[in-house]
Structures are given as C-alpha cells and as structure tokens.
C-alpha cells in the first residue's frame, strides 16, 4: 500500500460546481496535514492546512478523519482558476523521517465552461 | 514571492556532462530537500537534509551527488545522466520541529538531458 494515496482523476467539472477529493495516509502516527496545489509546469504551493476540527477557507473545505486515516478537500462554486493539480501532504513522525513530508500523486482537476 | 530560489531554470546537458544544480532558501530554515518530478508522475523525494546532514537517500543512482554547505545552500550534481533523468527538479525547505509549518518549493529546474 502506498503511503499516500490519492483518488486517480482526472476530474472535469463545470463552472459552479462543488468537486470533492479524498487522499488516505497509511502511518496512523502521521501528525499534520496539508493541501498543495500545482499548476502546469510550476512549483507546489500550499494551499491548506488541515487540522483536527477541520478547517474552512472561502470555498475550500478541509476535514481530517483519524479513525478511518484519510484527508479530504471540498471546493464550492468551482472557477476556471481552480483548473491545477491537487496534492495531499502528510508529516510523517518519528526517527530520520521526522519533519518529512510525503506527498500523494495528486489529483488534476480541470473547471471548464 | 517565494523565498526559495533555484538555478538554473533550465538545462540541457548531453549525457557526458557534468553540471550543477543550486538552491538557496532565504527563510532561515533548517531542513532542505530535493524531489524529481517527472511527467504524469507523482514528486519523488530523492535527499533529505536536516540541519546540513544528510538523512535520507531514497535509492538514487549514484550519478545524482547532493551537497549541503550550509543551512541556506543546497546543490545537486550531476554527472553521466539518462535521458529519462529528463524531469522537473524541485528543492523545498522547511523548519522541521514544527508540525504544521509549511514546506516551501523553489520554482524548479526543468532538465533535458539528450
């Protein structure tokens, strides 16, 4: 099992649309989380943090799921700027991996007209 | 605007040559990485640093060489590579005691090797 693991996509919506990714993790001692974007043939940024009591930002949503080890991100009212890559980041903990983060395989989403 | 920079941008190099690559972050941080990322492909971490020592080698080949000087500065070498080395080379920096700080990337090197 792969440590990081991402729902495949591509996804492609319309405008206005409510789209939603989930990404398991496999270290249950994973200690935070985070969501990055990539745009075509740019670097990641950050988009998100993710926390325990999940978190909101303007249209972005996102919630972490402990039990069931699994991040999750919502956007709300989809815009043509929203088209990226999507990846999901995990800390790992404990010994030389800790403060490292691995990163899922991303997920592209592409908003359309 | 990122306080991760890297050079060169680009770089064709032909399979003999030997090059470098230079990262250096501004943020004062104390762990530094390099990742490959190639086309339709997810980021592969390829070296750790944490406060100038190496601490992970994920199973590189040989012909990829790191060095860290210093907390700020960290070059990757490159000598005798693939053509399928081809990718985007990713350094990113991160103050690693903190859990939820942020890992910053540096806008990457795009590498074509012939």
């Known amino acids: 099992r792969k440590e990081v693991e991402q729902d495949p996509g591509p996804f492609n919506v319309p405008e206005g649309a409510t789209v939603a990714f989930n990404c398991t993790y496999s270290?249950?001692?994973?200690?935070?989380f985070f969501w990055y974007r990539q745009d075509c043939r740019k670097e990641p940024k950050l988009l998100m943090s993710?926390?325990?009591s999940g978190n909101e930002d303007g249209r972005f949503t996102a919630q972490l799921n402990r039990a069931s080890q699994y991040i999750s991100l919502l956007i709300r009212d989809s815009k043509l700027s929203d088209s990226a890559t999507y990846l999901c980041?995990?800390?790992?903990?404990?010994?030389?991996?800790?403060?490292?983060?691995?990163f899922g395989q991303g997920t592209i989403l592409t908003v359309h007209p | 605007e990122t306080g991760v920079t890297q050079t060169p941008r680009h770089l064709v190099m032909g399979m003999t040559n030997k090059k470098s690559l230079k990262c250096e972050q501004h943020?004062?941080?104390?762990?530094m990485y390099w990742y490959k990322q190639s086309a339709k492909k997810p980021l592969e971490l390829m070296f750790v640093?944490?406060?100038?020592?190496?601490?992970e080698n994920n199973s590189v080949p040989s012909r990829f060489s790191p060095e860290c000087p210093n907390s700020s500065h960290l070059f990757l070498h490159l000598h005798t590579l693939q053509p399928e080395d081809s990718a985007l080379y990713l350094c990113?920096?991160?103050?690693?005691?903190?859990?939820?700080?942020?890992?910053?990337f540096g806008p990457g090197t795009r590498l074509t090797v012939l």
């Open positions: 270290n249950s001692a994973s200690q935070s």
């Open positions: 990113a920096s991160r103050q690693r005691e903190i859990s939820y700080n942020e890992q910053f």
């Open positions: 640093y944490n406060f100038k020592e190496q601490t």
């Open positions: 993710v926390y325990s």
């Open positions: 943020l004062g941080h104390n762990a």
């Open positions: 980041a995990v800390n790992d903990a404990g010994g030389t991996s800790y403060g490292k983060l691995t």
